[in-house]
């Protein structure tokens, strides 16, 4: 298994411009999620997903869009980049969560993204 | 609601001393607690996790962690650093209950020491 993959591995944009971040997993979970970690900040929740087709907002949203067409991937569009969207983002996933059962979150390598 | 404080920034101890990160968690509901690490350009990895269980929890690559409800606290320990521990350590809180949304918290940079 390749785990969680996430392309590019970094990207400068210039302000205003948009694009999408990219992230895959192949080991069949429903749960996925996006952070971004900010030095000293540790990570903050972006969006997350339960399924294809259920997304839903985390900490930080604004400026973010998600879908979920498919279990495997988890996209994250950037609309109008802003400079205080330059942060390193991490997509993760992991098993359902049941009652008393906590599962692990598999994260990929990050996208380091720079706004100028 | 959930938080998550680490205290320290950053731990530098000598290699084969004690390490010791500190964390301590605010929740309203019995929590679920994670320490994760990240090696320098990587993605987050599972160190260990509470599962109510038991109140110490073993992980990976030696390291352990005691959940202390009296004093909200889930501070991690190894009994002696390896210069393979430099790395930074992240404490995390389920968010709301059982839903997997993580807070977590500001990170601690560990430093080994030859």
């Known amino acids: 298994n390749a785990g969680v993959t996430q392309t590019p591995k970094f990207r400068i944009l210039k302000i205003g411009q948009s694009m999408t971040l990219q992230c895959t997993q192949d080991?069949?979970?429903?749960?996925m999620y996006w952070y971004r970690q900010d030095p000293g900040m540790g990570l903050k929740l972006i969006y997350y997903?339960?399924?294809?087709?259920?997304?839903d907002k985390g900490e930080v949203p604004n400026g973010y869009n998600v879908s979920r067409s498919t279990t495997e991937d988890f996209p994250l569009r950037l609309e109008l980049a802003a400079p205080s969207q330059t942060s390193v983002y991490f997509c993760?996933?992991?098993?359902?969560?049941?009652?008393?059962?906590?599962?692990?979150?598999?994260f990929g390598p990050g996208t380091r993204l720079l706004v100028l | 609601a959930q938080s998550v404080t680490q205290l320290g920034s950053h731990v530098s101890v000598s290699e084969g001393a004690l390490v010791l990160l500190r964390c301590n968690y605010s929740?309203?509901?019995?929590?679920?607690l994670f320490w994760y690490v990240q090696y320098p350009n990587q993605g987050l990895q599972l160190l260990l996790k509470?599962?109510?269980?038991?109140?110490l929890v073993k992980g990976i690559n030696g390291f352990e962690a005691e959940f202390k409800k009296s004093e909200t606290s889930f501070h991690l320990t190894k009994p002696s650093a390896h210069m393979s521990d430099a790395a930074e350590y992240f404490c995390?809180?389920?968010?709301?209950?059982?839903?997997?949304?993580?807070?977590f918290g500001q990170g601690t940079t560990l430093q080994v020491k030859p």
């Open positions: 993760a996933s992991s098993t359902p969560w049941t009652g008393g059962h906590q599962e692990t979150q598999y």
């Open positions: 080991m069949n979970h429903n749960y």
């Open positions: 997903s339960v399924g294809a087709g259920i997304t």
């Open positions: 929740s309203s509901v019995p929590p679920y």
């Open positions: 509470y599962t109510s269980a038991a109140t």
């Open positions: 995390a809180v389920d968010g709301s209950g059982n839903t997997g949304k993580l807070i």
